[in-house]
């Protein structure tokens, strides 16, 4: 049997040792260039809740979307969730990189996943707004005590102005909100509710302060067949918020393209008729007094159903 000879045997450990340099040297990546987030075959996910009319929601939410790539590079696909705790479970699960996140779905969704706060939402040059309970006319309701043995409909478990404020308010002023109704109801959004009292399917409801705006080019009898009994407390406004680990150099692009395209006068314009948002500005200490009316009410944060 025929042996190698020294110069063989150096020929191929030299081999050897060029190849497994070349494997050092040669960048080796299992995600090809496509596979990167925020590309059109992997675009960000981007989410609303329904708080308004969903087709008004979904064609803002696209062109937010179009503006942003613009600016960014980034692509992004949108959608309209079927409640607020929904967005919230879909961030939790890696399913939605952006949430656009009402108050109290903020609270929770940090809370239960540790989502990141990338902006809040201003309106009339305020990062506050309230809640208000309103009746018919027509309906004898005149304070909160009326609201005994009535019919009452709420937004979604989730909204703060539609739902938590609105309790606590009424607990606030001696009126267990779980006594005090004959039936409470959720509608699913603030547009819902306010119909729901024009149409006199309820007797009254909670929305954020002022509804009745959103649906007066369609009713524009709204403002003089319903009125408000209560505002609630200041509330801070809804926010735009990142799943836990998204990548931060997309996070702080999605963030500041977000604020250049509310600076844009079409950007303006479609943040407006989407949540009749004014502006975005930054912050997170503002929600220490929605934490504490969940536990005024002892909410447990840790647990929502989609």
Not at 150 to 160: G, H, L, N, Q, Y
Not at 281 to 290: E, L, N, S
Request: charged share 20%; proline share 5%; hydrophobic share 45%.
């Amino acid at each position: 049997m025929r042996r190698w000879g020294p110069s063989i045997k150096s020929f191929y450990q030299t081999g050897y040792r060029v190849l497994a340099l070349c494997f050092l040297l040669v960048p080796f990546s299992p995600a090809t260039a496509a596979d990167r987030l925020g590309t059109a075959q992997h675009p960000v996910r981007m989410m609303f809740v329904p708080s308004g009319e969903a087709q008004t929601i979904l064609e803002g939410g696209e062109e937010i979307a179009r503006g942003l790539q613009k600016i960014t590079g980034l692509h992004f696909k949108t959608s309209i969730a079927t409640s607020y705790a929904a967005v919230i479970e879909a961030m939790g699960a890696g399913k939605v990189d952006i949430g656009w996140l009402a108050t109290f779905a903020y609270v929770l969704a940090k809370q239960k996943y540790d989502v990141d706060l990338l902006l809040i939402v201003v309106r009339f040059g305020s990062p506050f707004y309230r809640g208000q309970i309103i009746t018919r006319a027509d309906s004898g309701i005149h304070k909160l005590s009326d609201l005994k043995g009535k019919k009452f409909a709420f937004v979604d478990p989730v909204s703060t102005s539609g739902h938590l404020y609105p309790k606590t308010l009424l607990l606030s002023n001696g009126l267990n909100p779980d006594r005090l109704f004959a039936q409470s109801l959720f509608a699913g959004s603030h547009n819902a509710v306010i119909l729901s009292v024009l149409r006199g399917e309820v007797d009254a409801g909670a929305t954020y302060d002022d509804a009745r705006a959103a649906v007066a080019k369609s009713y524009p009898e709204v403002f003089k067949k319903i009125r408000v009994i209560a505002y609630t407390q200041d509330i801070p406004n809804d926010t735009v918020s990142a799943r836990k680990g998204l990548d931060p150099a997309i996070r702080q692009k999605i963030k500041a393209g977000l604020m250049r395209l509310a600076k844009t006068p079409q950007g303006a314009k479609v943040l407006k008729r989407l949540y009749g948002i004014s502006g975005l500005m930054d912050f997170d200490a503002f929600f220490d007094p929605v934490r504490e009316a969940g536990r005024l009410l002892n909410l447990d944060l840790t647990k929502t159903n989609p």
